[in-house]
């Protein structure tokens, strides 16, 4: 689209690309290294939108990136051309798509370089950059590196690194996780002042403490990291983002929540973070609102639990032959989700298909990376086959995966041969109810198992209905889980699931009403859809 123009104007810059150089004016502005490519695919292109495929296949490849690095290096595109992505002049993103330029090019009517930078260049004066791979010693592992012409000075020395650390991150898998990690210190100890190297750990440490049963010290590590850059950066949405999801990891949802705010007040077309956000929607109870977020998505093949979410959002909404048609394609489409792992089976068992349930368990369980929420589903199931140690063992297992987490504990004491002592009940549940109030539903429905425990099963009923209070819409699980098969026959039991339902099917009307609701949800009813109980 250049067409031989080596010497451009983009409104008041002057752009070089022989000498791979922006100025204003006088000034030269720091632009090199991958911010450099970036710009030059952009200038590529004029003012058509550049897609996410296009920017990683001619900017980092042959590495392997997601789109928060290519957002993060657009990120530092802007501050070295001195824009503002909220008023942007020189690059703006299309929400969805990719980015482009704001405006068109115009060819410079003279060559502006001095005769001594036309010497210096000499007859490299079009060399193109090069990618090669150094093999690493240490871990024989090929990482891209760049060779620039003479005059080119990368703008990090870390960025090969980061490069491969990207790579490993958006791989998805627990060791490339912790491979992805180590690179991510090692860019850190390269350039300390790197800031996608902060961003890029933050989020790997998030993502081992959240996916893959990691110390809960990774995520308050991230929570740092994080906090370091919203500190140094405050106008930078993806820091509040990431911030967010070291809180979301945690367990802190109202900090969470706050974050996810802030970031999309900074950048509106962060979907990832409206996806997340979508997420703690769910969980407290506001099921329209997290499927509409989810639903008119504008890349959901981005995002990569939304499919998961929708799913789950329509199975608590009640449109279960919607819910299992989804639930049972992911769970074929992504092995290596932990989460589809999880919905489809725990699904089956609230339809009551048991046996089904069961098989898709044990594959999930053969796939990978166990999780506690994996566990429970089969301590469940094993408690309605009749096999309370099997049972108490999977319980056990869940407990020793995550043993921070409150119900698992409290779950594996409550089932074992010998069960728990008296003494041991009372202080638990004293403990739990000083804990503060995190925004989840599962503190209630903790204290609500060790009420029925003690044999109180008004108190646990009251539990409960302090979960549904804090979000919990499971009226399907709470029928058919054998944990709380002693209040079924309480009184007040038949109230608490009308009270779920009825919740349920006024959001549900919402849904069926909405004019935003897409072309394939069209075959929705406005009754629960069979297979619920």
Same mark, same amino acid.
């Given at each position: ?5 080596? %010497?451009? $104007? ?26 450099? =490519? ?13 897609? *996410? ?31 503002? %992505?909220?008023?942007? &002049?020189?690059? &703006? ?61 990368? $703008?990090?020395?870390? !960025? ?14 627990? %060791? ?8 991510? $210190? ?25 996916? *893959? ?21 405050? #106008? !930078?949405?993806? +820091? ?22 802030? +970031?999309?007040? =900074?950048?509106?077309?962060?979907? /990832? ?38 799913? /789950? ?17 992911? *769970? ?7 989460? %589809?792992?999880?919905?489809?089976? /725990? ?46 063992? +999977? *319980?056990? &297992? ?31 549940? /004293? ?15 903790? $204290?609500?198992?060790?009420?029925? @425990? ?11 209905? =302090? @979960?549904? #209070?804090?979000?919990? =819409? ?47 949800? #069209? ?11």
């Amino acid at each position: 689209m250049l067409a031989g123009m080596t %010497s451009v $104007r983009l409104l008041d810059l002057h752009i070089d690309r022989a000498l791979q150089q922006v100025r204003r004016g006088d000034a030269v502005l720091p632009v090199s290294g991958l911010s450099w =490519r970036l710009l030059d695919c952009l200038l590529e292109h004029g003012t058509d939108v550049v897609d *996410f495929d296009t920017l990683a296949q001619q900017v980092w490849a042959p590495a392997v990136v997601g789109e928060d690095a290519i957002s993060q290096r657009v990120k530092l595109l802007r501050q070295a051309l001195g824009d503002d %992505s909220r008023q942007p &002049r020189y690059v &703006r993103s299309v929400r969805g798509r990719g980015y482009q330029l704001c405006a068109p090019l115009k060819s410079c009517a003279e060559d502006t370089r001095t005769p001594a930078s036309k010497a210096k260049e000499g007859p490299q004066r079009h060399r193109r950059w090069v990618w090669l791979t150094a093999g690493a010693a240490a871990a024989g592992a090929a990482i891209a590196v760049i060779v620039a012409s003479p005059q080119r000075v990368p $703008r990090s020395p870390a !960025d090969p690194v980061l490069q491969r650390a990207a790579y490993y991150a958006a791989i998805g898998q627990a %060791s490339n996780n912790d491979r992805a990690i180590t690179l991510y $210190r090692q860019a850190l100890q390269i350039d300390p002042d790197s800031s996608a190297a902060r961003h890029g750990l933050a989020r790997a440490l998030a993502a081992d403490a959240c996916l *893959f049963n990691g110390a809960p010290s990774h995520a308050q590590e991230a929570l740092r990291l994080a906090g370091q850059v919203v500190q140094a950066t405050p #106008d !930078d949405a993806a +820091a509040h983002a990431l911030r967010g999801y070291a809180h979301d990891c945690l367990g802190a949802m109202p900090q969470a929540i706050a974050d996810y705010q802030q +970031a999309l007040l =900074r950048d509106p077309d962060d979907e /990832r973070t409206r996806a997340s956000l979508a997420y703690l929607q769910q969980e407290q109870g506001h099921l329209a609102e997290a499927l509409k977020a989810n639903l008119t998505l504008r890349a959901p093949e981005r995002i990569r639990f939304r499919d998961v979410q929708v799913a /789950r959002e329509l199975e608590l909404l009640g449109f279960t032959d919607a819910a299992a048609r989804r639930h049972a394609r992911n *769970f074929q489409l992504y092995p290596d989700n932990v989460f %589809s792992n999880i919905a489809w089976p /725990r699904a089956l068992m609230n339809m009551g298909e048991q046996d089904k349930a069961r098989q898709a368990l044990d594959q999930a369980l053969a796939r990978g990376t166990p999780h506690p929420q994996l566990l429970r589903l089969q301590g469940e199931l094993l408690l309605m086959h009749g096999d309370p140690q099997g049972a108490a063992q +999977a *319980f056990e &297992r869940g407990h020793q995966l995550r043993p921070q987490q409150s119900l698992g504990n409290t779950l594996s004491a409550l089932h074992q041969a010998s069960g728990p002592a008296p003494d041991w009940v009372v202080a638990r549940l /004293r403990e739990v109810t000083a804990q503060n109030e995190d925004g989840w539903s599962d503190a209630a429905l903790e $204290r609500a198992l060790l009420h029925q @425990a003690q044999g109180d099963a008004g108190a646990a009923i009251a539990d409960l209905h =302090r @979960a549904v #209070d804090a979000g919990f =819409r499971d009226a399907a699980w709470l029928r058919v889980t054998p944990l709380f098969a002693p209040l079924q026959q309480a009184p007040g039991w038949e109230g608490l699931l009308a009270r779920i339902e009825a919740d349920v099917a006024a959001q549900r009307a919402q849904v069926l009403a909405a004019a935003w609701r897409p072309e394939d949800l #069209d075959g929705l009813s406005a009754a629960p859809a069979t297979g619920t109980r």
